[in-house]
Each structure stands twice: as structure tokens, then as C-alpha cells.
């Protein structure tokens, strides 16, 4: 894990793990000065809300649920609607 990998995975999905945060916490020392100005971008998001700590949820949980809403929820209003017309 370096601090780029931790760094775009927060920002991309908008949550750190405690495992992430906690690794970030523990290397600080060995941090090149960009490194540095890396970690402090990671804490400012954090501070301003922008990332959260939390979990991920996995992607496959993610699709289901955009599959739900995308595909078998309007399939499901359509056929109330037409038993109402009906």
C-alpha cells in the first residue's frame, strides 16, 4: 500500500477505512516532503467533510442495487399503475 493508492481510492469512492487511516498514521515519519503534502490534503478532505471515514461497500453490492433501481423497481410501478387503470 503506498500513499497514493490510499490517497485516489479515498477520493475516488469518498470513504478511508480505520485500517487506511491507521497505516497513514503510523508511516508519517517516513513520508517524502510530497508524501507529506499528500497527507495533509488526505486530512483536510477528511476535516471538510469531503471524505469519510467509514467501510466500502463492495462493488458487486453496488451494481445490485443500481440494477434494482434502474431495471426491476420501474418494471414493478409500471405493472401497479396498470392494474389501477385496469
Same mark, same amino acid.
Given at each position: 500500500?503506498? +500513499? $497514493?493508492?490510499?490517497? +485516489? #481510492?479515498? +477520493?475516488?469512492? $469518498?470513504?478511508?477505512?480505520?485500517?487506511?487511516?491507521?497505516?497513514? @498514521? @503510523?508511516?508519517?515519519?517516513?513520508?517524502?516532503?510530497?508524501?507529506? &503534502?499528500? &497527507?495533509?490534503? %488526505?486530512? /483536510? %478532505?477528511?476535516? #471538510? $467533510?469531503?471524505?469519510? %471515514?467509514?467501510?466500502?461497500?463492495?462493488?458487486?453490492?453496488?451494481?445490485? /442495487?443500481?440494477?434494482?433501481?434502474?431495471?426491476?423497481?420501474?418494471?414493478?410501478? /409500471?405493472? /401497479? =399503475?396498470? @392494474? =389501477?387503470? &385496469?
Amino acid at each position: 500500500m503506498t +500513499l $497514493g493508492e490510499v490517497f +485516489l #481510492e479515498s +477520493l475516488t469512492s $469518498g470513504v478511508i477505512t480505520e485500517r487506511e487511516m491507521a497505516w497513514v @498514521a @503510523a508511516q508519517q515519519g517516513a513520508f517524502a516532503r510530497h508524501e507529506e &503534502a499528500l &497527507a495533509i490534503r %488526505l486530512g /483536510r %478532505l477528511v476535516d #471538510e $467533510g469531503q471524505i469519510n %471515514l467509514g467501510c466500502r461497500i463492495p462493488s458487486r453490492v453496488m451494481q445490485h /442495487r443500481q440494477v434494482l433501481v434502474d431495471w426491476i423497481e420501474p418494471l414493478g410501478r /409500471r405493472r /401497479r =399503475a396498470i @392494474a =389501477a387503470v &385496469a
